[in-house]
């Protein structure tokens, strides 16, 4: 960055000539304050407790404590661990920036196929370790999106790409999981209620924790839930156009407010069973 300081011009006429060093100095001084201010990290803000990567990029890690929300967009995709260490990392060569205060912070993987820094982000999967009590919310785009260990409240969606979860969620959650042209696939998935959506694409769920409410929907592909052993009963709505549907799972009966199920597709199979 340049920056310039000039003295106004000033008639000299009945003034004693002072010495100029002093205001010289002033002037690199300023331009010193300048730099300081706007250099570095190119031009990002910095965030207190974060630490900047290499490659240019503008963040490695931070803590977050559990319960926070976290929430990462990527014009790719993502993979998402977690992991007891308390702190929010990219590897060191991933471009990231980190943004955000109190409880919600978001982490942003820009994708520039120009940029050597940003082209690994464009329809890649860059590794996020995050605290496993976290609150996430992933945005993706022509990638997919890959949680697992992560015990806390899920809302994850992505265009071209398959959703895939793998021993996360908690009991008292609702989990939201969303793809268009890909699948959703969960294993070892808590909540307390879940949402399910594809296009172009299966649902395949298998829950370990039977939730008050759960909607499964497609319209080429199949929607396969498989409860607890123990499940209880549920009111459940499992239609289809071009294809069969299995449930195997009690039925509840009208007294109170049931458990409930709906499973729907087009084209595919719907399926419900205790494992």
């Known amino acids: ?17 002072r010495p100029r060093g002093r205001p010289a100095r002033a002037g690199c001084a300023l331009v010193s304050l300048l730099a300081l201010a706007a250099c570095g990290h190119g031009g990002d803000r910095a965030v207190p407790g974060a630490v900047p990567g290499e490659r240019g990029g503008t963040f ?3 803590a977050l404590a559990d319960g926070s929300r976290l929430v990462i967009t990527t014009q790719g995709g993502v993979r998402v661990v977690g992991t007891d260490d308390g702190s929010v990392s990219v590897d060191g060569t991933t471009l990231a920036r980190w943004d955000g205060d109190g409880s919600t912070h978001t982490l942003d993987l820009p994708c520039d196929q120009g940029d050597d820094r940003a082209r690994d ?5 860059p590794l996020i370790q995050v605290p496993s009590g976290v ?3 992933v945005r993706a785009h022509d990638a997919g999106i890959d949680v697992s ?4 409240e899920l809302r994850l969606s992505t265009v071209n790409g398959d959703v ?3 021993d996360s969620g908690t009991k008292g959650a609702r989990q939201h999981l969303v793809t268009r042209n890909g699948s959703v696939r969960a294993t070892g998935l808590a909540a307390r209620e879940v949402g399910a959506e594809a296009v172009n694409g299966d649902v395949d769920l298998l829950c370990t924790t039977s939730p008050d409410a759960l909607d499964g929907v497609t319209r080429n592909g199949s929607v396969r839930v498989t409860l607890p052993a123990g499940a209880p009963s549920y009111a459940t709505d499992a239609s289809t156009v071009n294809g069969r549907s299995t449930v195997d799972v009690p039925a509840a009966g009208s007294a109170g407010h049931p458990r409930r199920l709906t499973l729907r597709t087009v084209n595919g199979d719907t399926e ?4």
Request: aromatic share 2%; with cysteine; net charge positive.
């Open 135 to 137: 609150t996430l919310t």
């Open 121 to 125: 982000n464009c329809g890649g999967m």
């Open 149 to 152: 260990d992560v015990r806390g």
């Open 164 to 166: 895939t979860v793998q």
């Open 272 to 275: 419900v069973h205790r494992g």
């Open 1 to 17: 960055m340049t920056s310039s300081w000039s003295r106004p011009s000033r008639s000299n006429s009945g003034r004693t000539s």
């Open 60 to 62: 490695h890690k931070a």
